[in-house]
């Protein structure tokens, strides 16, 4: 198989990287773009751990193959605070005590991300259900879902 | 209720790896990357007993950019490992002892060429006849795993005079409880990266136990301690089951063979197959109480399965059996336990060790003996419970530091506000626990160092693990009290061997209990020099000086003070340095060979757990609705953290009770991933209720004593009651699946 | 550093129906179609599904999307779902809550939401689990399907798509096009789901119900059920008893048993047959119910 060139946004910049088209989004990530918050906990989309947003909606980045995220715009956590300045969320799993391994956080910060970004206001039961592809071991979810509650100001 | 007035302690604040962990910029095994290295893979046996007839990996090493594959032969040291045993190959030599045992392993350019290379690896067995049950293990004629006998451990406690006890009681309750085995299902798949740097095997991992590996991988390497160095990286959970050796000694080989830095990275799979389990266990039971509720005597018999090698085995068969009759008093006990091995997947320390598994024996029985009695389940248990100066079974006596009663109280306290009055197919369940904090009755020291520095800010150096639990932020905490600075000014060096002082392991709920009291011991060495050197200053006894907010005063007037830069500038002046070095070992006895009788722990930590359920009783679906626990912690160094470990516990609990379960078959995981082994989501979780009691005592530092297993365990029996309590009916086995529940349902 | 290989296969991306035509005519065999990934970029991997040829559907943008036909003269109106539609587009799509509730009603209860947005209709469908979350759905919508070939296209009804477990009846160079369900206005539909997790799981038992009454009689009424057998099944013995009898919870109870009847559901991991079959009965008679509280 051939290399091919593939562009697309990475955190508000546009990058082009040589690559195989059918190298997982999550190695390409890691591997080519140091994107390492990027976590891989499952290899079979389950856990979560390796969600980055493209344009905007949340997928786990090891379903998915390079080829696919061509012209696309992918943000991972290291795209989130601007300027050095924090995003709301972040700040909010801090002070709610919402982080405990951190394994989960990266995926679980951008899952709340791309839910606030569409409903700034969400229900618990919003909260829940965005948050639910996202598998935490160490925290119960439930300090989670206080961050959450939080950015959003409820 | 804190007895102390304290400055730093009691309150939340910021964890130590938060900021790291919330920019993504904390790095992960998986995440370290190093010039020229290599990737590593393990070529793992398929069978779950057999020796090696033929292994050929002359096709792998055809291939280019693989860079070598070893054996058992190329090891330079030995070829055994394991927590308390050494029973388990590095890479195996004699035999194949189950399904995931390490056969070769292999570095090579790329992760895709090491596992092209393991598929190019070649291996004929001779078969030997697995051994999968207690009962297989036992026959006489079956064969052997380890040595003359399949039986692991042998364990007997007693106490009292148990049959005169019993013929004496008015009530007796009998029950047999079977809990299967359990992956942890840390986020993180094991990990690693070793090097060696100026003749040092530097060994970077995901573990809870930096000291222990490094003796691990130097016995293997055949190196002094001191040319080891094992560093402990941000760890995403552990749980237990990053105690044992995984990557560890693998990678030094690889690398010193190489001479090239190499890094392995489990797969979800790999992980699974090969970390240590949950002990499944049985536990036969036999409660009698007088008609008034007091109990007089409880026997109980256990088995275990600890798979193939022992891990840490030895010290969950001991804990399951002090803790078998639970947080009661008891004066006749007798336990008898029978753990073995099997060609079954590893069982070792997870969360409890054997404490959860027990807890839904011993809750079982407190349920069934309030229905006989016709008591009130939390009457019965207050009746029951143990308290300052109650005499154990092993035949300590308990000090003032029992919080058990305040925890059945304000639990039912907060029931009465928040549960809904049952409806029909809902429930209620109590469930207690009791949890000795530290190894059980053997030696598990800790130590600490600390500098404070000229500008008064704090190096602070434990072997402890942080494994996300927030150990660093409870030590910096526990400084800061100690010093009288604030929490911001201490900093955490942890788990680095070349670094800090040996810790022991994250386990055992010990870390706030054990090197929370080296932490303060160093610092109360530190201060030493500091308060003598204020003392001089001030023209005041050193007696009589208190730190705190970053001043020292005295008790007497505390108009006569110095800032702590004042203090700092003092002691440059007169060259004097604030170092201390502090190591703690609980006060515990060996127990007894054939009685148990000793003291098996220092301290205690109690909780109560009240769950409401409803069962959906034509699809046997279980629905927690609600879980109130309350934990006697002594005291919360960090009441957020105390908090998120009660419901992290809590879902965990959950998983147990409701829906987790290994399945294996000829020794073989069937479900070692996210998609067949399913843990809590965040739309399971129930409403959740931690409450926090606060009886300190003397042995911790500033009277905490610990959180971590204690969080979960009462959660899983309190869960089953309630279901038992919704539909009338007992539960002897867990998980409570809905196939299972329909099957009691349907009779 | 040697750089990494490409695994055995050739990934392309055809930006039309003429390149892809001419892609199937070259690859004689091991072609696949990747639409949104979430299951064959895994087994691909693990090495359980291998190919030569992996062709990412997904340059065929005209594959997503959905869109009404309104009611003609003699012709009823449907809506047509483009089989690379995202299985959240369903989710949120609200011509299909007002007139089809029962398919984003299963949308939203598969797998995780980053799945659901890769995850695409004509890949559940094509992927052939008895499970299938969206087949029920769709049996009960009578759905039918527009498939696609470099030879031509053709339609069939969705039911007869699934051979067994994993097995579908389309060509080795046939794709699923279009999804169509013709539009009932006075129906009632609904979707349900057994398995021990509240969010990703995937089902023991699921279920889909249509129904119409007629002067408080049922007039038309489909059953579907998913894990009853090797693939999706119509209860079609429940229909019939059902139909012409009066709506009520005792019928449907009845109906449930008959469903039980004709089912045949294997052991497996997850669940055991028993239990299946017991817990058929009551699946089938909720999602009546459900469907019902849906007419009004």
């Known amino acids: 198989m051939d290399k091919i060139k593939i562009s697309f946004i990475l955190n508000d910049k546009p990058v082009t990287v040589e690559t195989y088209p059918n190298k997982r989004v999550v190695d390409l990530l890691r591997e080519d773009c140091e994107c390492t918050s990027v976590k891989e906990g499952c290899s079979e989309g389950e856990c979560g751990a390796c969600t980055v947003l493209v344009n905007g909606t949340p997928v786990?980045?090891?379903?998915?193959?390079?080829?696919?995220?061509?012209?696309?715009?992918?943000?991972?956590?290291?795209?989130?605070?601007?300027?050095?300045?924090?995003?709301?969320?972040?700040?909010?799993?801090?002070?709610?005590?919402?982080?405990?391994c951190g394994y989960c956080t990266p995926g679980m910060v951008l899952s709340a991300k791309a839910l606030l970004m569409k409903n700034p206001h969400p229900t618990h039961e919003e909260i829940r259900r965005a948050l639910s592809g996202n598998l935490c071991r160490c925290t119960g979810y439930t300090k989670i879902f206080k961050a959450v509650d939080m950015a959003a100001g409820n | 209720m804190a007895l102390r007035d304290l400055a730093v302690l009691g309150k939340a604040n910021v964890?130590?790896?938060?900021?790291?962990?919330?920019?993504?910029?904390?790095?992960?095994?998986?995440?370290?990357?190093?010039?020229?290295?290599?990737?590593?893979?393990?070529?793992?046996?398929?069978?779950?007993?057999?020796?090696?007839?033929?292994?050929?990996?002359?096709?792998?090493?055809?291939?280019?950019?693989?860079?070598?594959?070893?054996?058992?032969?190329?090891?330079?040291?030995?070829?055994?490992i394991g927590i308390i045993l050494k029973d388990e190959p590095v890479l195996v030599d004699d035999k194949i002892r189950r399904v995931g045992d390490a056969i070769a392993i292999v570095a090579a350019e790329t992760q895709e060429l090491v596992e092209e290379a393991l598929e190019l690896m070649e291996v004929e067995y001779d078969l030997l006849e697995p051994i999968l049950s207690y009962e297989d293990a036992m026959?006489?004629?079956?064969a052997k795993v380890h040595g003359e006998t399949n039986l692991h451990m042998r364990k007997h406690l007693e106490s009292g005079d148990v049959d005169a006890a019993f013929a004496q009681c008015d009530v007796i309750v009998e029950g047999t409880y079977t809990t299967n085995m359990l992956s942890h299902m840390f986020i993180e798949p094991d990990a690693g990266v070793a090097r060696i740097e100026d003749g040092v095997i530097t060994v970077y991992a995901s573990t809870q136990n930096a000291h222990f590996d490094r003796g691990e991988v130097a016995r293997t390497m055949g190196l002094p301690n001191n040319?080891?160095?094992?560093?402990?990286?941000?760890?995403?959970?552990?749980?237990?089951?990053?105690?044992?050796?995984?990557?560890?000694?693998?990678?030094?080989?690889?690398?010193?063979?190489?001479?090239?830095?190499?890094?392995?990275?489990?797969?979800?799979?790999?992980?699974?197959?090969?970390?240590?389990?949950?002990?499944?266990?049985?536990?036969?039971?036999k409660t009698g109480a007088t008609k008034d509720g007091k109990i007089q005597a409880v026997e109980v018999f256990m088995t275990g399965d600890t798979g193939a090698y022992a891990s840490y085995g030895p010290a969950v068969i001991v804990r399951a059996v002090v803790h078998c009759m639970g947080p009661y008093e008891v004066p006749n006990v007798r336990v008898d336990a029978d753990f073995v091995y099997t060609n079954n997947p590893m069982c070792g320390a997870f969360r409890g060790f054997g404490v959860p598994q027990v807890s839904v024996c011993h809750e079982?029985?407190?349920?069934?003996?309030?229905?006989?009695?016709?008591?009130?389940?939390?009457?019965?248990?207050?009746?029951?419970?143990?308290?300052?100066?109650?005499?154990?079974?092993?035949?300590q006596v308990l000090d003032e530091a029992v919080g058990f009663i305040e925890t059945l109280q304000e639990a039912k306290k907060k029931a009465a506000e928040v549960l809904d009055t049952c409806k029909e197919n809902q429930g209620v369940g109590v469930g207690c626990m009791w949890y000795g904090v530290g190894n059980t009755g053997l030696p598990n020291p800790a130590a600490a160092f600390v500098e404070v520095l000229p500008d008064a800010s704090v190096n602070l150096m434990v072997g402890c693990a942080d494994i996300g639990q927030g150990s660093s932020t409870v030590m910096a905490a526990i400084a800061a009290e100690e010093l009288g600075l604030s929490y911001d000014d201490i900093h955490v060096t942890s788990a680095d061997t070349m670094v800090t002082p040996e810790g022991g392991a994250s386990s055992a709920s010990r870390q706030t209990f054990i090197s929370g009291n080296a932490t303060r011991i160093a610092c109360k060495q530190a201060k030493e020099t500091l308060a003598q050197t204020a003392a001089n200053f001030l023209n005041v006894p050193k007696e009589d000086l208190i730190f705190r907010n970053r001043m020292v005063y005295s008790s007497k007037d505390p108009a006569i003070k110095l800032t702590y830069p004042e203090l700092m500038a003092e002691m440059k002046k007169w060259g004097k340095l604030a170092v201390g070095a502090g190591a703690y070992n609980p006060k515990t006895t060996y127990l007894d060979a054939k009685t148990m009788a000793g003291i098996p722990y220092e301290i205690y930590a109690y909780g109560t757990t009240i769950a409401q359920v409803e069962v959906d009783t034509s699809t046997g679906e279980v629905d927690v609705q609600?879980?109130?626990?309350?934990?006697?912690?002594?005291?919360?160094?960090?009441?957020?953290?105390?908090?998120?470990?009660?419901?992290?516990?809590?879902?965990?609990?959950?998983?147990?009770?409701?829906?987790?379960?290994?399945?294996?078959?000829?020794?073989?995981?069937?479900?070692?991933?996210?998609s067949k082994y399913l843990i809590p989501t965040a739309m399971d979780v129930p409403e959740i209720y931690p409450i926090i009691v606060e009886c300190p005592g003397e042995a911790g530092p500033f009277g905490a004593k610990g959180v971590g297993e204690p969080a979960l365990i009462p959660g899983i029996p309190a869960i089953t009651n309630a279901v038992e309590n919704a539909l009338g009916q007992r539960f002897f086995e867990l998980p409570l699946m809905p196939t299972e529940v329909m099957k009691k349902i349907r009779g | 550093m040697i750089e990494?290989?490409?695994?055995?296969?050739?990934?392309?991306?055809?930006?039309?129906?003429?390149?892809?035509?001419?892609?199937?005519?070259?690859?004689?065999?091991?072609?696949?179609?990747?639409?949104?990934?979430?299951?064959?970029?895994?087994?691909?991997?693990?090495?359980?599904k291998s190919c030569a040829h992996l062709v990412d559907l997904k340059g065929l943008t005209e594959l997503q999307g959905i869109a009404e036909t309104a009611a003609e003269e003699g012709k009823k109106g449907e809506i047509c779902i483009g089989s690379l539609t995202s299985i959240h587009q369903l989710e949120i799509n609200p011509l299909l809550q007002e007139k089809a509730a029962a398919l984003p009603e299963a949308a939203c209860q598969l797998g995780s939401r980053q799945v659901r947005n890769r995850a695409t209709l004509g890949g559940n469908l094509a992927n052939a689990s008895p499970t299938a979350d969206t087949a029920a759905p769709l049996l009960v919508l009578d759905a039918f399907l527009e498939l696609w070939s470099p030879s031509g296209s053709r339609h069939i009804p969705v039911e007869d798509l699934w051979q067994k477990a994993g097995k579908t009846f389309l060509a080795a160079d046939e794709i699923i096009r279009q999804i169509t369900l013709p539009l009932a206005p006075g129906r009632g539909t609904a979707f349900m789901k057994l398995g021990p997790r509240q969010a990703m799981d995937i089902a023991i038992i699921n279920a889909a119900a249509s129904l119409e009454l007629e002067d408080g009689r049922i007039s038309q009424v489909r059953i579907a059920l998913g894990g009853a057998g090797e693939r999706p099944l119509r209860m079609k013995q429940a229909e019939a008893f059902l139909l012409g009898k009066e709506a009520t919870a005792e019928h449907f109870a009845q109906a449930g048993v008959l469903a039980a009847q004709e089912s045949s559901p294997r052991s497996s991991r997850r669940a055991s047959r028993e239990y299946r079959l017991a817990t058929i009965p009551v699946l089938t008679e909720r999602v009546l119910l459900k469907a019902l509280s849906r007419l009004s």
């Not at chain 2, 910029?25 to 990357?33: G, I, N, P, Q, T």
């Not at chain 2, 090239?260 to 979800?268: D, F, G, Q």
């Open chain 2, 139 to 142: 026959r006489e004629d079956s």
């Open chain 3, 4 to 48: 990494q290989r490409g695994k055995g296969y050739e990934y392309c991306r055809p930006g039309s129906w003429e390149e892809l035509a001419a892609i199937l005519c070259k690859a004689e065999a091991g072609v696949m179609f990747l639409a949104g990934g979430t299951d064959l970029a895994v087994d691909l991997r693990t090495g359980k």
């Open chain 2, 364 to 395: 079982g029985q407190m349920n069934a003996l309030a229905k006989a009695l016709n008591m009130d389940p939390i009457d019965l248990r207050i009746l029951n419970a143990q308290r300052p100066g109650t005499v154990l079974a092993t035949g």
């Open chain 2, 626 to 674: 609600k879980l109130i626990s309350a934990h006697d912690v002594g005291q919360a160094v960090d009441r957020e953290m105390v908090e998120g470990q009660i419901e992290g516990g809590m879902v965990m609990a959950q998983g147990f009770a409701v829906f987790e379960k290994i399945e294996h078959e000829k020794g073989k995981i069937k479900n070692p991933i996210f």
């Open chain 2, 15 to 80: 964890k130590k790896d938060a900021y790291n962990k919330i920019t993504g910029e904390a790095k992960f095994a998986a995440d370290l990357k190093f010039d020229h290295m290599l990737y590593g893979g393990v070529f793992r046996s398929t069978v779950p007993h057999a020796t090696i007839k033929r292994f050929d990996a002359s096709k792998a090493l055809a291939l280019p950019g693989v860079a070598c594959v070893l054996t058992s032969k190329d090891i330079p040291g030995g070829n055994r």
């Open chain 2, 227 to 285: 040319k080891v160095r094992v560093v402990q990286v941000t760890t995403g959970g552990g749980f237990g089951g990053k105690l044992d050796i995984s990557v560890q000694c693998h990678l030094a080989l690889l690398a010193n063979a190489t001479g090239r830095p190499v890094k392995m990275v489990r797969s979800r799979k790999e992980s699974t197959d090969v970390s240590a389990k949950r002990h499944p266990m049985t536990m036969k039971a």
């Open chain 1, 60 to 100: 786990t980045s090891c379903l998915m193959l390079a080829g696919q995220i061509e012209g696309d715009s992918i943000l991972t956590l290291e795209g989130l605070s601007k300027d050095g300045e924090l995003d709301k969320l972040q700040t909010s799993f801090v002070e709610a005590g919402a982080v405990q």
